[in-house]
């Protein structure tokens, strides 16, 4: 099975898709015509998108920090976006209030999909968060006398000649 379709078969994909789909049906309702619901769709269908695109990513990155790093921005999106569509019931010219609670609905499971998501990431597979906002819980962090910068600036920069730059613009 290819990694696309072990990511489609993902219980918490699906339901990312479909509240996706719920949400671009909603935004087939919305009168062009009024201009403060008009901008709130376009944050609720990014909101959709971007819950299914940090999935993804994190599905494809695979290392503990990366996947939380992913899992935190889609907890932040399905929060804002269950926010957003609950505000429309306070909106005089909305009037499918059927798709605040159905999404809304869709959401709840969405969030027990996440949690148990979460919880089964590989807490072994993972790089040393410098910010330690990602790290898995017991954590050691690296000998800082050991640490290697990823990138090797020396070999980065060999060849370059800054000193020529700066010559050249006082003139």
Excluded at 59 to 68: H, L, N, P
Aim: hydrophobic share 40%.
């Amino acid at each position: 099975m290819s990694r696309k379709d072990k990511l489609f078969d993902l219980p918490i994909y699906r339901k990312a898709e479909l509240i996706l789909d719920l949400v671009n049906s909603l935004l087939n309702t919305i009168s062009e015509e009024d201009e403060y619901l008009n901008a709130t769709k376009y944050m609720m269908r990014d909101d959709a998108a971007i819950i299914c695109a940090k999935i993804a990513g994190a599905e494809g990155g695979d290392m503990y920090s990366i996947r939380m790093q992913n899992a935190a921005i889609i907890r932040d999106h399905a929060m804002h976006l269950y926010v957003q569509v609950g505000s429309l019931r306070f909106h005089d010219s909305f009037k499918d209030t059927d798709y605040v609670t159905l999404i809304r609905k869709e959401i709840d499971e969405f969030r027990e999909l996440f949690i148990n998501w979460v919880a089964n990431f590989d807490k072994s597979n993972y790089y040393w968060d410098e910010w330690e906002l990602f790290n898995p819980p017991g954590a050691i962090p690296p000998d800082p006398n050991e640490y290697q910068d990823p990138i090797n600036w020396d070999d980065f920069l060999e060849g370059m000649n800054f000193d020529d730059e700066e010559d050249d613009s006082d003139e």
